[in-house]
């Protein structure tokens, strides 16, 4: 099995940063992309940024400029810096990570538990 435990999260002013990690740790033989969802109250859950195992990016286009994601394959962790937060951006971050297991396999995609950021005056 794979855990990935999440930090960073919290309560922020509008216009500061944050800086989320996300470590996966278990049964890993390798890792592919790595990513950052969130779900604001009453929201689908939707796609943050993400990146691959070589270290390509993708970002929602509504937070390109504002948000990096990061990762150190050596400690299997993910992060995500978020700068210039908005209240908008109040939701909670979740983790996903694309995993092998075994060196045959299965390879599965893995949640964490979620971490509330909350941006408020």
């Known amino acids: 099995q794979v855990q990935l435990v999440e930090s960073g999260g919290g309560l922020v002013q509008p216009g500061g940063s944050l800086r989320l990690s996300c470590a996966a740790s278990?049964?890993?033989?390798?890792?592919?992309?790595m990513g950052w969802y969130r779900q604001a109250p009453g929201k689908q859950r939707e796609l943050v940024a993400v990146?691959?195992?070589?270290?390509?990016?993708n970002y929602a286009d509504s937070l390109k400029g504002r948000f990096t994601i990061s990762r150190d394959n050596a400690k299997n962790t993910v992060y995500l810096q978020m700068n210039t937060l908005k209240p908008e951006d109040t939701a909670v971050y979740y983790c996903?990570?694309?995993?092998?297991?075994?060196?045959?396999?299965?390879?599965?995609?893995?949640w964490g538990q979620g971490t509330q950021v909350t941006v408020s005056s």
């Open positions: 990146i691959t195992s070589s270290g390509s990016t």
């Open positions: 996903n990570v694309h995993a092998l297991v075994s060196k045959l396999g299965p390879d599965n995609y893995y």
């Open positions: 278990g049964s890993i033989f390798s890792i592919g992309s």
